[in-house]
């Protein structure tokens, strides 16, 4: 039996991994255990005789323009030397691998509805605002302590969805919610639902190893047909329309925050097939 630690507790996706790994097909096979990592009292938990510590604690969804300075600092406090700290107290526990939640995010959000951007192993991160620097940040300070007893393995998915997902999903389920039409726009993704990321977790868990990690969807995603499967989820019927998509190109030379916001919603932005 695989012993794991979870960071973090009541995360997101701690917590969709500890019931995954809960699941009755896999009985018997793991034990799992959540810690909070709030305040100081986490370092007073024994970490020896776990085989993995999966590593969720963190600050993500930032809206940029609404940060002061000193939340910034927090931002690395939490996403970077935290996650540090963290992974030293379980090397020295004996602890043999430590999976790191770190994003797509550290390659920046440039996207553009004019070209799609591909991301592969040889892409160079290059993050665009702190919250991207604090994961990458992490990423430099974490990939030392690797060695032949110790394994680090950083994911770094690109959007996550499912059921209860926080962030950019939810926001593209309350515009499938509210609108009634929606522009079919020819853009991809990447995109990560909540279960796979659960099992791409579970096979780092039962191969212990350690390397960057690129979790990804089998198929790209058009933003269109996301919204479009959400409404009718939830019982609502949404017209996916074409007739929209010039204003889109033209909204996406706006500058400032409308031509952002136009090509990071339509923008192409995807994985390479070839990485994982």
Request: aromatic share 12%; with cysteine.
């Amino acid at each position: 039996m695989k012993r794991i630690l979870i960071t973090g507790a009541g995360s997101y996706i701690g917590t969709s991994v500890e019931q995954w790994l809960n699941r009755p097909e896999f009985a018997g096979m793991y034990q799992v255990d959540t810690v909070d990592m709030r305040g100081e009292g986490w370092k007073k938990k024994d970490f020896s005789g776990y085989d993995t510590v999966f590593h969720v604690a963190g600050i993500a969804h930032a809206d940029i323009g609404k940060v002061t300075e000193e939340q910034k600092k927090l931002y690395y406090a939490v996403n970077c030397d935290l996650a540090v700290e963290t992974a030293k107290k379980a090397k020295v526990s004996g602890v043999r691998q430590f999976i790191y939640m770190s994003s797509i995010i550290v390659y920046g959000e440039g996207t553009s509805v004019r070209k799609r951007r591909v991301i592969t192993r040889e892409t160079k991160p290059s993050p665009s605002n702190f919250y991207g620097d604090s994961k990458w940040k992490a990423e430099q300070k974490l990939t030392p302590l690797c060695d032949d007893f110790f394994h680090v393995a950083i994911l770094r998915p690109p959007m996550i969805y499912g059921k209860g997902c926080k962030g950019n999903y939810r926001i593209l389920e309350k515009i499938a919610m509210k609108c009634p039409v929606f522009p079919d726009f020819p853009n991809e993704r990447s995109m990560l639902s909540i279960h796979n990321l659960c099992e791409f977790v579970r096979i780092r868990i039962e191969n212990g190893d350690g390397g960057v990690f690129f979790p990804q969807d089998p198929k790209y995603v058009k933003t269109a047909e996301m919204v479009r499967d959400i409404a009718r989820r939830n019982g609502k019927r949404i017209r996916l329309v074409k007739c929209f998509n010039w204003g889109i190109y033209l909204m996406a030379y706006f500058p400032g925050k409308i031509g952002g916001m136009v090509n990071k919603a339509f923008g192409s932005l995807v994985y390479d097939k070839s990485v994982q």
